[in-house]
Structure formats: C-alpha cells, structure tokens
C-alpha cells in the first residue's frame, strides 16, 4: 500500500489539484470558519478521503465517486474524523443503526457503544437512565448512560426518521451534551433531498442550525447552516442516488453538523497579574463593532498590549460572564481589553461604568464606517447564515433603521456626549491613516494593518440607484449623524 497521507481531516481547508497533485492547506482545528468546506457533501470529499486511503482503510478498496451512496460518504467522513481526532482509548458512541463499520473498526482501540433507537433521546433530558446502550457491537445491552462520559459522539442519518416535536429536538440536543465530556465532539449527519430550488431536510436538522449557536452558552460550531441557493449553486457539490432503488431518481446530500461541548470557565477573572513595576494607567479599552475592521486591528494591536478579550459570544456561560468581570485593578497601561459590548446588559456603560466614568485611567477607542458600507458589509458576512437566506442587499437594509445607533447606544439628544466618552474613534474608509494616528495617541510604533475576515461580495451595493441612496440615509439620519461627528472629531486630530 502506499504511504498514507497524514493531514489531519481537520486540518483541510481548500483542495487543489495541479496535475497528479493533490494537496491540502493546514488551518487551525477550532476555527469555525475554517470548517465550512466540510458542512455538505463535496466532490473534494471524496479526492481527500482517497488521498489518505481512507476507502481502503475501513473498506479494503479503493472506492471510485460514482461507487458512493450516502451510507458510504458519511462512513468515510466519520472514519477520517475519529482517525485524526480522536485518540486511543476515547469513548465513541453511536447513535442509529445504518452498519457496523465504524464500530468494527475501532473497537479494538477506543470503547465504542451505540444507541439504536435515536428516538429514545427525545422522550427526556433529565436523566439519561432509561436509555439503552450496547458496548462494542456485541449485543449486551445495558440500561443508562453516564453523564460527561464520551469523548465523541456521532450519527450517520441516525435522526432523519425520529417522529418528535420541538420539545423532544431540545431533548435530544440536551441529552447529547450531557453525555459528551467538556471539549467532546459531536458530529451529526442528515440527508437531504434535491428538489430545486430547494434541499428538502426533516425537522430535527432545522432545528440544530438553530441551537448550535455559541450564545446558547453550550457549544463551540464547527460548521455553520449554509443556505439552499449556496448549496444549489456550487459547482463542487456532491449528491447520491438511492442505490437500494434504482426506479428511486431522487438525488441525496449530506449536511454534516460538529460542534465541540464548551469546558466549563474557571473562576479566575483574568489572567493579567498585579506588577507593581508595571505602569498602572491609563488601561486601553477596544470596542469592536461588529464589521468596522476590528478583526484585522485586533491582530494588530497585540503587538502593542497584552489583550483581554471579554466576549459574551466565547464565554461558554451567559450568566456567569453577566455575573463575573474583568478585575479593573488588575490592568495596566499594557493591557487592552476587548470586546463587542453590543448587546443589551453588557453594553459598555452598563458593564464597566469606572471606564466610563474614570476617562484618565482608562482610554476608549473605537472604528466607525459609513453607514451603508457598514450595513453592507454586515449583509455580506452573514449571507450565507439560514435567517439570510434568498434576501437581497436592498431588502436587508431597509429594515432595521440607525444600527450604529442601537450598537453604541445612543440617540440623537445625547449621542455627542456618548461619542466624547472616547479618546479617539477610527474611520474605517481611511482604516492605515486611522491606525497611524491611534499609534501616536499611545506612544507605539506604526504598524501596517493585515486584512482578515473580509466577506465575498457581489455587484449589488454598486447598483443602488442615487434614488434608494437618499432615502436610505434619510431612513438612517441618526447613523449618519453619528458618523458626521465621528468624522469631524478625527479630521481635528
């Protein structure tokens, strides 16, 4: 056999092919982003589970692209991602029954069980008792499954047939994250049918795209819902047929769904230490808002200070993050603090009113941009998320008037006053002058800015008629005002 290939199945970002060459691009393995390429079923699939023999590791062939079924796609998907992420010794449970493979395979390495009736999940999430469990496909089953206790759980279209209501979804969502241990893996597969111009999926899968979120407190995504017209439209899609029906030409996809179960916070507030060597003040506050280039000025800045990010969205815990804060006396003149501040209860003035209060000891930044290239930019990034899905530019932004407004907050009687909380605000259509400026307010060297988490776009802000224009901003007066005197605060610096 020939030498396999060791690139990690979560390590593959984009296939390139370059003649008899293939090759993958090594990326970071909790990055939600960067596992998209593996939310459906792909052509680029199929090169990379041949380039590493996977086919002829689990089935002792190679397998050529119009041999799979849908069976035989998410047997290899799963393979490859207990392979190269699973290690030895690790707990794998399997929820449905399609066959055994997987089980066979590794069974002799980590401790495999499977749950045959997926259902059962959906009838109770507050104990776990009366669910049955068959160790290493031997047929002994056992009543109850401990709490905290796999290292990674999968299905392969177990829960396409499960008859429940939203109640027993939650259920069963519940019940999974109760048995995964903390930073245990859950990958669930679904099949969807083609019929254009839509994927056609049962009820549990809607409802997933909907929970696995980060802010439920719970989970870390891996993959995101990707919309019908994205899936529909790639020219790498990969779908099947129903080979146990020949008569049957309905065409088939894998949506594949991993999230990581969030490891409880430890009670430490922070990591930075008092140091009475250190300078104490003035401390750096960076409020990001959302889609006003604080990705790239992130990355930029800690090359100037010791960053503390507190995000609502990775605190794994929402009201433990509401409850507990940064220590204010624990920051120096070396530390920023990072966050988006952009929600309801842990707005600025409501989190950290002293930063507020106390402008010589801590110094608040920010970035702003032109309102409609804010909007657009926000449209963009989250084009293709499931609520977005089949909207246009125009219609998404003419909902949802003066965002900047609700994001600070403030109105039009007291957003001057809001705005001068700040030692200097950024604009983002002038992104290297702006930095440049910000360097000499904190006495650090000139850096020149990276460009990241920039969206895909298209031609459709560039054909807003002058007409739409005006009346967007007549709809978003606040906004603009906002960014007015934003821009006549920067241009006197």
């Not at 449970?93 to 089980?103: R, W």
């Not at 891996?222 to 065409?251: E, Q």
Request: hydrophobic letters at 35%; glycine letters at 4%; one cysteine or more.
């Amino acid at each position: 056999m020939p030498e396999i290939d060791t690139e990690s199945f979560s390590e593959l970002k984009t296939d390139k092919i370059n003649g008899n060459n293939h090759t993958v691009e090594k990326i970071n393995p909790l990055n939600r982003e960067d596992f998209l390429p593996f939310a459906y079923s792909r052509n680029s699939h199929i090169i990379f589970f041949q380039n590493k023999h996977c086919d002829e590791l689990l089935y002792g062939r190679r397998i050529e692209s119009w041999d799979y079924d849908l069976n035989t796609y998410q047997n290899l998907y799963a393979y490859s991602f207990i392979k190269d992420n699973i290690s030895e010794g690790a707990r794998i449970l399997e929820i449905g029954k399609k066959d055994d493979y997987i089980i066979n395979h590794f069974k002799h390495q980590r401790e495999c069980y499977r749950i045959e009736n997926a259902e059962s999940l959906a009838k109770n999430d507050k104990d776990l008792i009366n669910i049955s469990l068959i160790k290493d496909n031997h047929g002994n089953e056992t009543k109850g499954v401990p709490e905290d206790h796999f290292d990674f759980i999968f299905s392969k279209s177990g829960f396409d047939n499960i008859n429940t209501d939203e109640q027993g979804h939650n259920n069963i969502l519940n019940n999974l994250n109760k048995m995964l241990k903390p930073s245990g893996y859950a990958l669930i597969n679904f099949s969807g049918k083609l019929i254009e111009p839509y994927v056609i999926t049962n009820p549990f899968q809607l409802f997933t795209s909907k929970e696995i979120k980060p802010l439920t407190g719970k989970y870390t995504p891996l993959t995101k819902s990707i919309n019908h017209s994205v899936i529909l439209n790639d020219p790498d899609l990969f779908h099947f047929f129903n080979t146990a029906n020949p008569n049957d030409k309905t065409s088939m996809i894998s949506y594949n769904y991993l999230w990581r179960k969030n490891t409880p916070e430890l009670f430490t507030i922070t990591a930075t230490k008092p140091n009475q060597y250190l300078k104490k003040s003035p401390a750096y506050i960076f409020h990001h808002l959302i889609k006003c280039g604080g990705t790239s000025l992130a990355q930029a800045i800690q090359s100037w200070f010791k960053i503390e990010v507190d995000r609502v969205e990775l605190s794994g815990d929402i009201n433990r993050f509401i409850k507990y804060k940064l220590n204010l006396l624990n920051l120096s003149s070396d530390t920023c603090i990072v966050s988006h501040f952009q929600y309801d209860g842990v707005f600025l003035h409501q989190r950290y009113p002293e930063l507020v209060a106390n402008k010589d000891e801590f110094k608040i930044f920010t970035f702003i941009r032109e309102p409609l290239n804010f909007r657009a930019s926000h449209y963009y990034y989250t084009k293709n998320d499931e609520w977005n899905t089949g909207y246009s530019l125009k219609q998404v932004i003419s909902n949802d008037a003066n965002l900047i407004s609700k994001l600070i907050p403030c109105n039009e009687n007291n957003f001057r006053e809001i705005l001068d909380r700040y030692f200097f605000i950024g604009i983002v259509e002038k992104m290297q002058e702006s930095f440049d400026k910000l360097a000499e307010l904190v006495h650090k060297k000139r850096i020149a800015l990276p460009f990241s988490n920039r969206s895909e776009k298209d031609d459709q802000l560039s054909k807003l008629s002058p007409e739409f224009i005006a009346e967007f901003k007549k709809k978003n007066y606040l906004d603009y005002m906002i960014y007015d005197y934003c821009l006549e605060k920067f241009n006197k610096l």
